[in-house]
């Protein structure tokens, strides 16, 4: 953005300051000066009704009076008598206090200009007259501003800097400066920008006084360094301070502010410092994204606190040997939360328990990757391979694998219910009000709610995200001819962790609460997406900054959980922005009609199934129906009726050999008492066990009165199974292999009924 011209009317200069080289400024002050002012008196010095501008004693106090009064002149404040009053009020001030410590004005320093101003109204009105108004105060911080160039206006509490700002540059001039700032920040959605707003001119009025400048144009990045160094702003400034920069560095005069995070210092207390300067050089080279090498260096400067514990021979990386690798996986396999550490407040309640494999495993992979670094940079000559000295042991890579830690169905609807619900009073907020406009703030949930993506990924969106198709051509997301249920909606999502930008299809609720949010926009200025380098239009930017990646963990989800009602943590652990990427592929992997792995893996971005599979889970009702649907108790047993013939059993007949229970074949029954072991169970025509159902001795068991029926079940083997799932050619091989096995009344299959082969195209030959 470049600097919008001043009004054509604007002065370019302000009042030069007061030539103070053509002043007599003795320091001392003459007897016959004191006399004067004590004659003059109350009436005279204030230069109201009664003044006697013709009395001597004006003589004698002329080289006083004389610089006051240019400076009053030079003031630009309207010329009513309550103006003209409060200047000569404080030039009578001024000469009565000189008279009391015996010294010209020339004389003070900014720390006596400052014990006279007081650090607060009620300080300065103990030591000045019960006449002076409030008004004489920033008088007298203008004399200071051109008599002493004092700038310690940030230890004076509350006045009007704006106005004091106003009277020393011109008020035009400070105006239109002070609005071009407003304007770049109102764009941008500030509400410091507004014109209600009194925290940017009274910010930029300081500036300008400790400067001595009212043009924008002077503020340099080493002046906004210079005020936070020396802390010359209030406390509450000091947050206006940033934004008022920003702004100042979009009309191209000066460099934007510098944002450090506070995981960017680190501690190296503990740590060898051999040690140490490795662990930085190596942090400086790497080419790992930025959280990342984070990770990385606070993993290996844990390490370092170790070597400084138990392996201080080794704090240089060139004499750790294959011995120094396995003595620091056995103390990472032991290692508790909170071990060689500096600050351990984050995890007090965690203090002393194991470490997760998953953390184990993430510090030994510190420990490889730099060793790995340094050898292949040629750095160091290793005598061991870090690759196999400092592979993770089975014991903790058999205990890392995927593990979604999905959210239960009942909790998600309702995060799902306040998503869908938001309103103006559940918005996180300010002292000014709501931090985002709820347009932001309902599109940033539905996409976590929806999307599936991860928290950086959310972030970085761009504008234009969304797109709308509809049998395949696209159309506008507000098309009145297609119905918002009729067209697809897609979402763009940029270069992520593993894999290059991608479309994917997404709820057109999402879509039309981003393009609602599109709408109320404000323009923003380009970002540098850190991830691929470009400069781009962040879709969640507000106030000339992208959303945090952050936001959804410390903001979204905390007033998701309030408006829901549901705990902000589960058995599982915290309820994070990561978890909901894992609940929805999971519902995606377990709905009615479910994606395949592959189909998820393409709309979770993933470059591979594997990956994909630390993040669906599938069901246990799902994985039940999939049992049950399999039939796999059903697929190797089988029900039969049995008919007991009681008389039989009450009579004694069954002890002497008559059969009494009657297996019911379908075609007809079976006598033979076991009948779960016979092995010709698929071929019973010819067996003398076997009663054909037309045959009248069925008939007559039918007939009786006192049968009991009952079901059994049967296993099926292997040729039986393949008989029912094949067909007639199982049934042909199983009866087979079953010709020569003697059948329960003695004779084989083959001599019950001999078998004729029988070839296609020829006469059937016995």
Same mark, same amino acid.
């Given at each position: 953005m470049t600097a919008a011209p001043l009004p054509e009317d604007t002065p370019r200069r302000w009042h030069s300051p007061i030539d103070l080289c053509r002043y007599d400024r003795s320091p001392a002050l003459a007897g016959a000066e004191r006399r004067a002012i004590r004659e003059l008196g109350l009436r005279n010095l204030r230069r109201q009704r009664y003044h006697d501008p013709s009395a001597p004693q004006w003589a004698d106090i002329v080289r006083l009076t004389r610089p006051l009064l240019d400076i009053n002149a030079s003031f630009d404040v309207p010329r009513t008598e309550y103006g003209r009053r409060a200047m000569n009020d404080a030039a009578a001030v001024v000469l009565l206090r000189c008279a009391d410590v015996g010294r010209a004005y020339w004389d003070w320093d900014g720390k006596e200009w400052l014990r006279f101003l007081g650090h607060h109204h009620r300080a300065f009105q103990e030591q000045v007259p019960d006449w002076t108004a409030g008004s004489v105060r920033p008088t007298l911080c203008g004399y200071a501003y051109h008599l002493e160039r004092f700038t310690g206006f940030h230890r004076l509490g509350h006045f009007d800097r704006l106005s004091l700002a106003c009277r020393l540059f011109g008020q035009r001039l400070v105006e239109a400066e002070i609005g071009q700032v407003r304007t770049v920040l109102t764009g941008w959605g500030y509400k410091y920008g507004q014109d209600h707003d009194k925290n940017v001119p009274s910010v930029l009025s300081q500036l300008f006084l400790l400067n001595r400048s009212p043009h924008s144009s002077d503020l340099t990045a080493a002046f906004f360094d210079r005020v936070r160094r020396e802390d010359l702003l209030t406390d509450e400034s000091m947050k206006v301070l940033y934004a008022v920069q920003r702004a100042v560095a979009a009309l191209g005069f000066c460099d934007p502010p510098l944002v450090t995070s506070g995981a960017d210092v680190v501690s190296h207390d503990g740590v060898p410092p051999v040690w140490a300067q490795w662990v930085e050089r190596w942090y400086a080279t790497a080419t790992m994204t930025h959280r990342a090498r984070l990770h990385n260096r606070a993993a290996l400067l844990k390490t370092g606190r170790w070597i400084a514990a138990h392996q201080q021979e080794a704090a240089d990386p060139a004499v750790w040997t294959r011995q120094t690798c396995a003595a620091w996986i056995a103390a990472v396999d032991r290692m508790k939360i909170g071990d060689y550490v500096v600050r351990a407040s984050s995890f007090q309640e965690r203090l002393g328990q194991p470490l997760q494999a998953a953390s184990k495993a993430g510090l030994i992979r510190a420990v490889r990757v730099f060793f790995r670094d340094i050898q292949d940079w040629q750095w160091l000559r290793l005598g061991f391979d870090p690759l196999r000295a400092l592979s993770v042991p089975r014991t903790i890579s058999a205990l890392v694998g995927p593990n979604p830690r999905v959210i239960a169905d009942d909790i998600w609807a309702k995060l799902l219910w306040a998503g869908l619900n938001l309103e103006s009073a559940d918005l996180p907020r300010g002292k000014a009000g709501p931090i985002y406009p709820l347009e932001l703030v309902r599109a940033v949930t539905l996409t976590w709610l929806f999307a599936g993506q991860r928290s950086?990924?959310?972030?970085?969106?761009?504008?234009?995200?969304?797109?709308?198709?509809?049998?395949?051509?696209?159309?506008? !997301? +507000?098309?009145?001819?297609?119905?918002?249920?009729?067209?697809?909606?897609?979402?763009?999502?940029?270069?992520?962790?593993?894999?290059?930008?991608?479309?994917?299809? #997404? +709820?057109?609720?999402?879509?039309?609460?981003? $393009?609602?949010?599109?709408?109320?926009?404000?323009?923003?200025?380009?970002?540098?997406?850190?991830? =691929?380098?470009?400069?781009? @239009?962040?879709?969640?930017?507000?106030?000339?900054?992208?959303?945090?990646?952050?936001?959804?963990?410390?903001? *979204?989800?905390?007033? &998701?959980?309030?408006?829901?009602?549901?705990?902000?943590?589960?058995?599982?652990? $915290?309820?994070?922005?990561?978890?909901?990427?894992?609940? *929805?592929?999971?519902?995606?992997?377990?709905?009615?009609?479910?994606? =395949?792995?592959?189909?998820?893996?393409?709309?979770?971005?993933?470059?591979?199934?594997?990956?994909?599979?630390?993040?669906?889970?599938?069901?246990?009702?799902?994985?039940?129906?999939?049992?049950? %649907?399999?039939?796999?108790?059903?697929?190797?047993?089988?029900? *039969?009726?049995?008919? #007991?013939?009681?008389?039989?059993?009450?009579?004694?007949?069954?002890?002497? !050999?008559?059969?009494?229970?009657?297996?019911? &074949?379908?075609?007809?029954?079976? =006598?033979?008492?076991?009948?779960?072991?016979?092995?010709?169970?698929?071929?019973?025509?010819?067996?003398?066990?076997?009663?054909?159902?037309?045959?009248?001795?069925?008939?007559? &068991?039918?007939?009786?009165?006192?049968?009991?029926?009952?079901?059994?079940?049967?296993?099926?083997? +292997?040729?039986?199974?393949?008989?029912? +799932? %094949?067909?007639?050619?199982?049934?042909?091989?199983?009866?087979?292999?079953?010709? @020569?096995?003697?059948?329960?009344?003695?004779?084989t299959p083959r001599q019950l009924l001999p078998i004729i082969e029988v070839r296609r195209g020829d006469t059937p030959q016995s």
């Open positions: 950086n990924e959310i972030a970085r969106l761009r504008l234009g995200c969304i797109r709308w198709q509809h049998d395949g051509n696209p159309v506008a !997301g +507000d098309s009145e001819h297609i119905l918002a249920r009729d067209a697809a909606c897609l979402l763009d999502v940029p270069a992520h962790k593993t894999g290059t930008a991608f479309t994917k299809p #997404v +709820d057109p609720l999402l879509g039309q609460a981003i $393009n609602a949010w599109e709408e109320l926009r404000p323009r923003q200025p380009k970002r540098t997406d850190k991830r =691929t380098g470009e400069l781009v @239009d962040f879709l969640f930017a507000y106030r000339a900054r992208a959303v945090s990646s952050g936001y959804i963990n410390a903001s *979204i989800i905390p007033m &998701l959980c309030r408006k829901a009602g549901v705990p902000a943590a589960d058995v599982r652990g $915290n309820i994070t922005s990561h978890r909901a990427r894992s609940t *929805i592929a999971s519902q995606l992997y377990n709905a009615k009609e479910p994606m =395949t792995l592959f189909e998820l893996q393409a709309w979770l971005g993933h470059r591979s199934p594997e990956s994909t599979q630390h993040y669906a889970k599938i069901s246990p009702n799902t994985l039940t129906k999939a049992y049950e %649907d399999a039939g796999y108790f059903a697929r190797n047993v089988r029900t *039969i009726e049995v008919l #007991v013939d009681r008389d039989a059993v009450a009579s004694g007949a069954a002890a002497a !050999g008559e059969p009494w229970q009657h297996y019911d &074949l379908g075609h007809g029954y079976c =006598t033979y008492t076991f009948f779960e072991q016979c092995p010709h169970r698929m071929a019973c025509a010819r067996c003398d066990f076997y009663t054909p159902k037309d045959s009248s001795k069925a008939q007559l &068991l039918e007939a009786k009165d006192n049968l009991q029926r009952m079901r059994a079940t049967i296993p099926l083997t +292997d040729g039986e199974q393949a008989a029912v +799932d %094949d067909g007639q050619t199982a049934l042909d091989r199983l009866l087979g292999r079953l010709a @020569d096995v003697p059948t329960p009344s003695g004779p």
